[in-house]
């Protein structure tokens, strides 16, 4: 377990296509010696905190005096499984790029950079009591544990169908960074009417067609779509500012139902305790 706050050793830098603005993307790590992470787009500095949020649809948006930057869940996913606590990401566009589809070139940039760690901890946050928050049909619900695990559920149409998944050490559950997202075919001609995935193609998502998946190399895990439904919880989790030590359980939930569940988790400080 990660017991101290850390930071990358070097700067680095990634660039690629936004998955929805379709637009060529550079983003440059530099270390951080102050708590959190944080973006800095246009001269203003967005934390990346759930409190931050102000669009959900179909990626978390943060947003801080006229500056936002989008899809921010897999890039936070990759900073979670790096163990890295405080970073500043300097990006030139408005969204961050999807590269694969996963977070795996992420995780790969950080663990190239290496880890600093300083003395200070408060980097865990313990669930004291259960916390829950619903809307129709999904859900999301934690009750205290000393770790962090989930169980995630997920239903679509065939050939997808019902997949639920219980990772229990999600610190070290890498098979969850290089599961890709994903989109039924249908989908996609009223995503793009909405002016969104314009950088969408299949070497950076998985798409699911009427009987089969459409990309010719299929999938990388036979529970690709749900891991990835876990690396999207993970990254929104990882808003919060903290590491969550708690019991986890997940269906059908997405960006608004992942915020939605932080705001609630912090409604009330007797819901957890830091350190």
Same mark, same amino acid.
Request: proline share 4%; aromatic share 10%; hydrophobic share 40%.
């Given at each position: 377990?990660?017991?101290?706050?850390?930071?990358?050793?070097?700067?680095? #830098?990634?660039?690629?296509?936004?998955?929805?603005?379709?637009?060529?993307?550079?983003?440059?790590?530099?270390?951080?010696?102050?708590?959190?992470?944080?973006?800095?787009?246009?001269?203003?500095?967005?934390?990346?905190?759930?409190?931050?949020?102000?669009?959900?649809?179909?990626?978390?948006?943060?947003?801080?005096?006229?500056? *936002?930057?989008?899809?921010?869940?897999?890039?936070?996913?990759?900073?979670?499984?790096?163990?890295?606590?405080?970073?500043?990401?300097?990006?030139?566009?408005?969204?961050?790029?999807?590269?694969?589809?996963?977070?795996?070139?992420?995780?790969?940039?950080?663990?190239?950079?290496?880890?600093? +760690?300083?003395?200070? *901890?408060?980097?865990?946050?313990?669930?004291?009591?259960?916390?829950?928050?619903?809307?129709?049909?999904?859900?999301? /619900?934690?009750?205290?544990?000393?770790?962090?695990?989930?169980?995630?559920?997920?239903?679509?149409?065939?050939?997808?169908? /019902?997949?639920?998944?219980?990772?229990?050490?999600? +610190?070290?559950?890498?098979?969850?960074?290089?599961? /890709?997202?994903?989109?039924?075919?249908?989908?996609?001609?009223?995503?793009?009417?909405?002016?969104?995935?314009?950088?969408?193609?299949?070497?950076?998502?998985?798409?699911?067609?009427?009987?089969?998946?459409?990309?010719?190399?299929?999938?990388?895990? #036979?529970?690709?779509?749900?891991?990835?439904?876990?690396?999207?919880?993970?990254?929104?989790?990882?808003?919060?500012?903290?590491?969550?030590?708690?019991?986890?359980?997940? *269906?059908?939930?997405?960006?608004?139902?992942?915020?939605?569940?932080?705001?609630?988790?912090? *409604?009330?400080?007797?819901?957890?305790?830091?350190?």
């Amino acid at each position: 377990m990660i017991k101290r706050q850390t930071t990358i050793n070097r700067i680095f #830098k990634v660039s690629g296509i936004g998955l929805h603005s379709g637009r060529e993307v550079a983003l440059e790590f530099l270390p951080r010696r102050e708590f959190g992470i944080a973006f800095v787009h246009n001269g203003v500095t967005i934390p990346a905190r759930y409190d931050m949020v102000t669009d959900t649809r179909l990626s978390t948006l943060i947003s801080k005096d006229g500056s *936002s930057v989008s899809t921010i869940e897999h890039l936070m996913a990759a900073f979670y499984f790096s163990g890295i606590t405080n970073c500043l990401v300097y990006i030139d566009g408005p969204e961050v790029p999807i590269l694969d589809g996963s977070a795996w070139e992420f995780y790969q940039g950080m663990w190239k950079a290496g880890v600093y +760690e300083f003395p200070e *901890s408060g980097v865990y946050l313990k669930v004291q009591r259960p916390v829950e928050v619903c809307h129709k049909e999904a859900f999301v /619900r934690i009750k205290p544990l000393n770790m962090l695990d989930i169980t995630m559920s997920i239903e679509f149409r065939a050939p997808v169908g /019902r997949q639920k998944k219980r990772v229990t050490d999600v +610190e070290n559950a890498f098979s969850i960074i290089n599961s /890709r997202t994903f989109t039924m075919v249908e989908e996609i001609e009223a995503i793009k009417k909405a002016g969104l995935a314009k950088g969408g193609s299949l070497d950076n998502a998985v798409v699911i067609g009427e009987d089969d998946v459409i990309n010719p190399q299929g999938l990388r895990y #036979k529970k690709e779509l749900v891991n990835h439904k876990i690396l999207d919880l993970i990254g929104d989790l990882y808003t919060s500012g903290y590491r969550i030590l708690g019991k986890v359980e997940a *269906s059908r939930t997405g960006h608004y139902l992942n915020n939605l569940f932080l705001k609630e988790l912090f *409604s009330d400080p007797q819901n957890y305790s830091i350190y």
